[in-house]
Each structure stands twice: as structure tokens, then as C-alpha cells.
């Protein structure tokens, strides 16, 4: 079920202009709007992305489909998409939103850390997750986080930490470019997908460094696919539909050579995992 829009907060930087929003169930959401400059298929990038993510135990935002009306886009005159010189109205009807972690007037939310504080973020290790994940999902785009300080038992129910130990936690966000964006393609390139911090493939040896996750994504349950198709709001991929299920088909397909496509990482111009074993 969706949620209702309230308030504007800002807008935020990226292709997609997101813009930040109060909702009424008092939650944050980064909006991406159905029509955003990308494409409207970002939206189910995004959305799919997000349902898979949580099934494979990596730290991703909430997700919601947020209701945008007619009250809030007069209400909200500064909430719009900039085309050149042309303003185009937000579009009444379920956006998709991403969680903002906690309230923005009271957190601060990093894009970026320094690496002093990067080797202490509590789930670095995800970072080899998601890289499992986006080699899958053909991510066109670089890996995306977002950093922020807060109680380690709130956010990471998997690490064993004391009730009000504080630390840093990654989340992965911007899932629009899986699938290459609005082209729904899986392609096989190197070097997509990867998190432009060296630090975070450090401890890479070999394949085993990737698992949990690259278990979990070989053996992919067909049933959790299903679900998030069923879940998109029909709107997002009206006319679509045909492409997305073979899309999904290929995906399915596409599962088994995960091992390879992150041994094929090695091979891009910059070897990610100069730590590998050779065998
Ligand atoms: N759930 C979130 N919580 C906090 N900030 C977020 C969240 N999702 C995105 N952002 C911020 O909003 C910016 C734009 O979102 P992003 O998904 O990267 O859109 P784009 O596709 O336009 O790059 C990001 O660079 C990040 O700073
Ligand atoms: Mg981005």
C-alpha cells in the first residue's frame, strides 16, 4: 500500500532528481518519480533491486511506493523536474521511495567517507555481497552507499554488538542502472558494479569471500522474482510487461554464472582483488 507525500523537504543531486519528502506514515522517503529524466522503468529497478537485496541479507533502505496528489503538488510548488530551460509537473500517482535513515533535520547522512573512518563502517563486508549482487543484475552503474552513525543493534541485527554501541553504517542505494536502466539488458563488462573505493575488496582471496551471498544468488528462489513482479504498481511498466517477465527469465538464467562474472573482474584494467590467491 502506498504512502501519502506531506511535505517537500529537498530536492537531492543525481540524473534522477530524487527529491526528499516527509510522508505521512512520518518516515523520510528519496523519491524517484515515474517521470524523472532517466526513464520509468528506473522505477522498477529500483523497486525488484530492493526486494532482492533484502533476501540476500545486504543493508538496503525501506522501500515504499509514495503517493503523490494533486494537494501536495500545489502545495509544494518547488517539487518539479528541470528539463533545460523547461519545468515538467510531478505526476499524481505512486512514485518509488527509499527510506531516508532516521529524520534529515536531525542525521546526517554521508555520500562519502574518508578511509580512516571507512575501515570502521560495522558491514564492510557487504561490499562483497552487493558486488555478487550487481554482477548479476548487470548493474550499468557504479556500486552506491550511503554512510551514517548510529546504534549498531538498530541497523545490523547480524552483528553482535552491545545495545548502545555506536558505529558506521553502509547502505547500498541507487539500484536504477541495474539492468543497463531502461535498456533491460545483462550485459557482461569488468568493470560495472564496482565500488570505486579499493578498500572495501581488500580481504579478497578468492570466490569464498563472496559468500554468504554468492550461495544465495546461484541458488535464487524463482518464488522471490515472482513476488517483487507482482508487487510493481501496474502503471510503472504498463506496455512493459512482456519485457520485464523475459527479463526475469534471463536473470534466472544468468544466476549460475556469478562465480565467473566476479572472477571476470580481475581481468578489467584494474584488478580489484590484487589480494587473490592464484590457484
Ligand atoms: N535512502 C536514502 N537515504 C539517504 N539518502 C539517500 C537515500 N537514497 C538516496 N540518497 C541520496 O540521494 C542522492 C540521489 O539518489 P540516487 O539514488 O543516487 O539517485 P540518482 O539515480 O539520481 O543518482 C544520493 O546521491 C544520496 O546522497
Ligand atoms: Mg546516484
Same mark, same amino acid.
Given at each position: 500500500m502506498p504512502v501519502d507525500a506531506r511535505r517537500l523537504i529537498r530536492k537531492m543531486r543525481g540524473g534522477a532528481q530524487a527529491h526528499l519528502v516527509e510522508a505521512a506514515d512520518g518516515h523520510f522517503y528519496v523519491v524517484k518519480f515515474l @517521470?524523472?529524466?532517466?526513464? %520509468? %522503468?528506473i522505477l522498477a529497478n529500483e523497486w525488484i533491486a530492493a526486494t532482492f537485496l533484502n533476501y540476500l541479507g545486504i543493508s538496503t533502505p525501506a522501500v515504499a511506493m509514495i503517493r503523490v496528489s494533486g494537494t501536495f503538488i500545489q502545495e509544494n510548488p518547488e517539487a518539479y523536474i528541470q528539463l533545460g530551460s523547461h519545468r515538467r509537473t510531478l505526476e499524481e500517482g505512486w512514485h518509488f521511495g527509499s527510506r531516508f535513515p532516521g529524520d534529515p533535520a536531525r542525521n546526517v547522512v554521508y555520500d562519502f567517507l574518508p578511509d580512516s573512518l571507512m575501515e570502521k #563502517? +560495522?558491514? &564492510?563486508?557487504e561490499f562483497r555481497g552487493v558486488l555478487a549482487f550487481d554482477k548479476w543484475m548487470g548493474n550499468a552503474d557504479s556500486r552506491q552507499a550511503v554512510f551514517f552513525r548510529a546504534r549498531i543493534k538498530d541497523w545490523l541485527p547480524a552483528v553482535s554488538a552491545h545495545p548502545l554501541r555506536l558505529g558506521f553504517v553502509a547502505q547500498m542505494v !541507487? @539500484?536504477? /542502472? #541495474?539492468? +543497463?536502466g531502461p535498456h533491460w539488458r545483462l550485459s557482461d563488462s569488468p &568493470?560495472? *558494479? &564496482? /565500488?570505486? %573505493?579499493p578498500l572495501v575488496y581488500r580481504? #579478497? %582471496? *578468492? &570466490? +569464498? !569471500?563472496?559468500?554468504p551471498w554468492l550461495d544465495r544468488i546461484v541458488n535464487f528462489p524463482e518464488e522471490v522474482v515472482d513476488q517483487a513482479m507482482k508487487q510493481i504498481p501496474p502503471v510503472w511498466t504498463e506496455g512493459d510487461e512482456d519485457a520485464l517477465a523475459a527479463l526475469l527469465e534471463r536473470l534466472l538464467v544468468r544466476r549460475k554464472r556469478v562465480p565467473d562474472l566476479i572472477e571476470a573482474c580481475r581481468e578489467s584494467r584494474v584488478n580489484p582483488f590484487p589480494n587473490w590467491r592464484r590457484s
Open positions: @517521470n524523472n529524466p532517466q526513464h %520509468r %522503468r #563502517v +560495522e558491514n &564492510l563486508n !541507487d @539500484n536504477g /542502472y #541495474v539492468f +543497463e &568493470l560495472q *558494479g &564496482l /565500488y570505486f %573505493r580481504d #579478497v %582471496r *578468492g &570466490l +569464498e !569471500d563472496f559468500q
